[in-house]
């Protein structure tokens, strides 16, 4: 059989491995890595994991390994809905909660539900890479709206949409994650929040909140989600991943009950339920309180990791470097002088200098941030934090210097 | 935001909720249900299974709740390979393996990664319903091939390849459940096994071959799989649901690597791993030799609750009602006299038998099996299958008493 002749069109537009393989290298034991943007694995609370699983088996038998409802175990949507309330400023009930396998499946059933092959999708530039290995295979168009301090910049937005109208298109969904954006680091206020619902709104074109970081906030929560502002036109996106585990890959969509049966009819054909055994453990951890509590020492523990990284990058940085100052999540976006190109200082940091980090163009739609790249703090030992950063700052200067040479 | 305006085209093929409204309708407490494929939860080893919970959380500590490589665990995935040679004749690696979140997952990556818009899919008729729920997704076209009692005719397969060949068309795909087939119950022979896999290899079409029941036989294996008898042109998809419990949600994929590379690409912006601790559990289960251990009792169970089945059936059954003998898997596939209407029988049997199963046409792409229905004799309690099946065989013969009244 000659496979590579069997592929469908959409492989050409997923199968871009340069970050799989970038990731790889990043996990050579020898090199800090504050490329992939994974949770610390202190913040796991094992103990009591083990003692709810062990419970669940007890109180709920063979039941927690049958097959479950596609929307989900009923126990755990209504307190995820109930939940919402007090996290989020939402008010909803079970039917709005449909269970997921985590935030990525999440994301993949609302773009097979709404996308058609040549919608428009609005992302952030830059945004979260994984994002366009699920809407790729929709076969679908970016169009890319830059951020600043304050997120997705909805007067470029407004423009995109305007434009999109003269030419007699129609966008069909933003994607959007305003609190602790993946790689910016940044955070809507209200104002603008308030912006982007309203021009959404009048536009038709529903928004996908993606708030995987929201409750990880350091001084202060960040301002009301989009889905409270409007909660008929937000299909809103969480993951347990960063707030309990990523490996029991569970999240959930909070979006209207005649959305949530579309999304169930997709998930259907997807997986099928997500693991009834997973969802039991949740549901126990998160009823008993017990998720809350973490989510409390997650925050401190993310915010000092944080605090260490902006102390190092303000000692160590050379002139014309600069960053983002994130009030919570996992990551710091940098900006280096134009011409120095971070694809290849990466590869030459892992090298000599032993450290990784992303580059910027695998999150863009259209090759640019090649003088940008993503700093993730949470996962590497707070102890290596300062030595890693040391060592991308001298890889920046190496760069700034070899540029200055070239150029003289 | 008007939703209903919003959903993309392929959620009008995948929209059937007829057949989750028949489920739900099936769960009632009071009514005998041998509608859903459910394997019976008597065979869900819940102390080992405890047991080795605990003992993961004990030997891996927080990495059982940390993102793992797309591919899978890579012990796991080690031991899937070396247990696909006794237990399949398979000669797999690692490489050959990905780890998939049930069966479901695995078909809808191999669907993902094949298929166009358009291309033409071989399925069988009858065929497991929620194959037409993955496969719809893509836009395809069916061409179903009818089974006898030793699985898909080969010869109409045949056929059918000249005619598309004759209409300039290619078959991208063949899928087919070879052992025990569900709705079927039927298991193909050698030689028409190697006919089929000559004959895919001759047209160059990649086989799907969904193994999802094999290894649940009764007196005796069955055949060697498609697979082993051509490991480069079958994609080998089997699932964890039937062997331990479908609430871990876990299956796999054995398949060429340069296809393995693919599906992780896909996987990727599905799920981007399966569940960590899932994995661990059942490698760890399946390790201490607890998985083949499970597989031998639940053989004997589906075994008696078979013979319990047909027994009952040649003791009850009216004339003109005819039924297949599976010797392994979960399913009788029953045929009535033309002229009564399944779908319809089933809502009466529902009514005023107590009695549930699934109607034929939901296993047909063309809206064939009027007369067809499939009884899944797994779940339902072993002391309750007889009464269960005299009621069905009392639906029938109300129908056929009807219908001749009509006639008359």
Known sequence: MDWQDTFADR????????????LKLAERPDVLSFA????????????????????????HGSMSLQYGPTAGYTALREWIAERMGPVEGVTATVDDIIVTSGGIEAMDLIAKTLLNPGDVVIVEAPTYLTAFSVFRCYGVEFVAVDIDDEGMRVDLLEEQLVELERQGKHAKLIYTMPAFQNPGGVTMPLDRRRKLVELADRYNIPILEDHAYAELYFDRAPPPSLKALNPDGVLFVSTFSKIFGPGIRL???????????????????????????????VYEYGRQGLMDSQIVLSRALYQAKRNTTLEALTGHAPPGMTWTRPDGGFYVWLTIPE??????MLAWAVEHEK???????????DGRGTNQFRVCYSYLDQGLIEEGISRICRSVAHHIERRHRVSV
């Open 11 to 22: 492989m050409d537009l997923i199968g871009d491995t340069a970050v799989i393989e970038l």
């Open 36 to 59: 992939g943007g994974l949770p610390d694995a202190a913040t796991f609370p094992m103990d009591a994991v083990k003692e709810v699983t062990a419970q669940v088996f007890d109180d």
């Open 251 to 281: 999240g959930w969509i909070d979006a209207p009950p005649a959305v949530i049966a579309q999304l169930c009819q997709a998930k259907l054909g997807s997986d099928q339920c997500s693991s009834t055994v997973a969802q039991r453990i």
């Open 339 to 344: 011409g120095i190109d971070s694809t290849s």
């Open 355 to 365: 450290v990784a980090f992303v580059a910027g163009p695998s999150f863009y739609t």
